[in-house]
């Protein structure tokens, strides 16, 4: 018992408590952006839950999970302006095309590994993103807006709160899944694949076809996570599945910690909150250089990321862990 009862794992249930009773401060304080931004940070993290499930427990570096986020989103998008409104048509459909998707892109791509690996996942996702640049009745790389969620008859997923607790319920049920697979015989051969394909190969597991089960796998997860994020935002664009937008998934993996389980969504937060917090920090630093010096730098709010890389940097040398790395080896004072 008093092993749970450790820093990492509190702060695990004080993170969804508090996630939990982001509707009700929304509803009576009025100020519906917090439980926005908080959707968003819950549908991102699924994604990056996926990711790490390949990358942080299979040791497979994907630059095109993105590619999922996008198909789960065009999914929605297409069958929305033609008419098709039903979400158990939109979502098995995205799901389903998600899956063979990945699975395609994981048959080749698992064939090659280091940087081979890396340059045909995200060769894949680039032909995706140029593709949709190319569809001009969906809006091409101006995007498209969706007029309506989808519909699901009794759950009414055009209330924010509805929608916000069905999203967390899934990143919970990811959570949940994720934790499962790598605790099984399943993920024991996936991250024993990692540490030494050959030798798994010659004890007898066939080490392809399991790294190409978790390819789909979590190609289908961030195919839903895709499905959310249009219905969240009510548009979608190319830019869904750039190749930055896979940078922004693995800086959140790694920054909350790859091969734990609840470190991306750890990852997720962190990140998405200083996107929030730093441009405001860096406006009024701006504004006192600018003062000091005469030298115009009213534009690098817009650069939040020159102080997040170091941030990165940090991390990456010091704390290889993530966050998540870093709670686990604190003890209770």
């Not at 929304?26 to 990711?51: D, E, K, R, Y």
């Not at 995007?143 to 967390?168: A, K, P, W």
């Not at 599945?241 to 734990?260: C, E, N, P, Q």
């Not at 009024?284 to 534009?299: C, H, K, N, Q």
């Amino acid at each position: 018992m008093t092993s749970r009862l450790n820093i990492r794992n509190c702060v695990i249930v004080v993170l969804l408590l508090a996630l939990a009773l982001v509707p009700v401060y929304a509803a009576l304080s009025g100020n519906t952006f917090p439980m926005s931004f908080s959707a968003g940070v819950i549908i991102q993290a699924m994604a990056a839950v996926s990711l790490n499930l390949i990358m942080g427990f299979g040791g497979m570096v994907s630059f095109g999970h993105a590619a999922y986020l996008g198909i789960g989103g065009y999914v929605v998008g297409i069958l929305a302006k033609e008419g098709v409104g039903s979400g158990l048509v939109q979502w098995p459909l995205a799901l389903v095309l998600s899956g063979l998707f990945a699975l395609s892109v994981g048959a080749l791509s698992l064939r090659t590994r280091g940087i081979y690996f890396i340059m045909i996942t995200l060769a894949f996702t680039q032909m995706l993103y140029y593709v949709a640049n190319a569809l001009d009745r969906y809006g091409g790389d101006d995007g498209l807006t969706i007029q309506r969620r989808s519909e699901f008859g009794l759950v009414d997923l055009s209330s924010r709160t509805i929608f916000y607790y069905l999203c967390l319920a899934l990143l919970l049920v990811t959570v949940y899944v994720v934790w499962r697979l790598v605790n099984s015989r399943f993920g024991l051969v996936i991250q024993g694949a990692r540490s030494n394909d050959r030798r798994m190969n010659a004890i007898g597991f066939p080490t392809f076809h399991y790294k190409l089960v978790c390819f789909v796998i979590a190609g289908v997860i961030c195919g839903l996570s895709g499905v959310l994020l249009a219905n969240h935002t009510s548009f979608i664009s190319p830019a869904l599945m750039h190749w930055t937008r896979s940078g922004d998934l693995i800086v959140m993996t790694v920054l909350g910690g790859m091969g734990s389980v609840f470190g991306p969504v750890f990852g997720a937060v962190a990140f998405l909150m200083l996107e929030q917090i730093l441009p405001p920090l860096i406006r009024p630093m701006a504004s006192l250089f600018t003062i000091a010096t005469g030298i115009d730098v009213s534009r690098a709010p817009e650069y939040w990321q020159i102080l997040l890389g170091p941030l990165f940097l940090l991390v990456v040398l010091f704390a290889r862990g993530g966050i998540d790395g870093v709670l686990a080896g604190m003890r209770r004072g």
